[in-house]
């Protein structure tokens, strides 16, 4: 086994690059704080970045023009996710034009890594990923989204209505 031994030389080397580095940050401080409209970071969360409508954030389940959830429990979404973060209960639904309808749907957002695959595989523009990427909790269970949540918290204002329509949706078959 070698042993290097650091010479006094070497010392000061390491002193003078830890100056440089100070000075460099304490540079950088004062200019930032000279010009506080120029900088880069933002002071959140009284400030926020303003994301693409297209942002791939929390999930929406829409619903139909009379209010009712879209989805048509058929397990494309939950098949489809990698991180299997959905789960669907499927039930028959008392109106003979729908086929099946889910009476619970939930998300795991802790599990979920937003890659927008259940957006892609829902055949019906059930779900979506909508510009909401606040999400608060204090504990596990805060961040398992129901049906409620996912298709009438307060924010969607009622829910987002599908654009596909049921009579053109049967018409195509789907
Ligand atoms: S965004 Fe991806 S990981 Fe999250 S629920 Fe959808 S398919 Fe699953
Ligand atoms: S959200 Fe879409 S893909 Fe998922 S179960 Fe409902 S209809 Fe099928």
């Not at 429990?73 to 309808?101: G, R, S, Y």
């Not at 889910?102 to 019906?124: N, W």
């Not at 996912?150 to 049921?166: C, M, N, W």
Request: one cysteine or more; aromatic letters at 10%.
């Amino acid at each position: 086994m070698s042993v290097v031994n650091n010479t006094p030389n070497k010392s000061n080397w390491y002193f003078s690059s830890i100056l440089g580095g100070l000075f460099i940050t304490a540079k950088h401080l004062i200019k930032n704080l000279l010009n506080k409209d120029k900088m880069i970071t933002l002071n959140y969360p009284e400030e926020k970045y303003e994301y693409s409508p297209r942002f791939k954030g929390n999930h929406v389940l829409t619903v139909k023009k009379d209010g009712a959830i879209r989805c048509t429990a058929c397990m494309l979404c939950a098949t489809n996710c990698p991180a299997e973060c959905i789960k669907i209960t499927a039930a028959e639904h008392n109106d003979p034009t729908v086929e099946k309808f889910p009476i619970a749907y939930e998300i795991d957002v802790l599990r979920c890594v937003f890659c927008g695959f259940c957006e892609e595989a829902c055949p019906v523009d059930a779900i979506r990923m909508g510009p909401e990427w606040q999400t608060p909790g204090s504990n596990g269970s805060q961040f398992i989204y129901d049906i409620n949540h996912l298709a009438y918290r307060p924010q969607l204002k009622g829910g987002v209505v599908s654009v596909v329509d049921e009579v053109e949706r049967h018409k195509s078959g789907i």
